[in-house]
């Protein structure tokens, strides 16, 4: 078994323990772990230290012959706010997928929500062909779909918090 620190989207922290260390990969994509105080299921695993027993305990250092002052008792230190661990493989899906999104920005036209109605009119020849982009609701692309007409949806560039 292995626990995490977990992370929702809205900043909520909580922990979760898993068989093994793919079992969070495989819950998260299927959509099977939802963040306790909000449900949100955009999880991530949050900053965590592992848990190492030590050997040392219960032997003093030959050299340490006097007790050592006890520490002067300081003001707790503020809680660290979440941190999610991004590896190799995240920062460079986010470096390409920003990467495409700044190629489709240099060349393609931006149509804003116009932009079920503007390809079917390109797919139907009545507007000139050419590359655009925009915003499109599930019903749009369902139509767009079964018209035939090729596109593809843009994933979302992850929030500047991240």
Sequence with gaps: MIRYALICDNGHGFESWFANSSGFDEQAKRGLVACPFCDSIKIERGVMAPAVARTDRGQRPAEQTEPAEAPATAAPA?????VALMGEKEVAFRAMLT?????VAKNAEHVG???AEEALKIHHGESEGRAIYGEATAEDAKMLNEEGVDF?????L???RN
Excluded at 99 to 103: E, F, G, Q, W
């Design 78 to 82: 503020p809680a660290p706010a979440p």
């Design 99 to 103: 990467a495409l999104h700044d190629h």
């Design 113 to 115: 929500p116009r932009f």
């Design 152 to 156: 593809l949806p843009l994933p979302k």
């Design 158 to 160: 992850p929030g500047a």
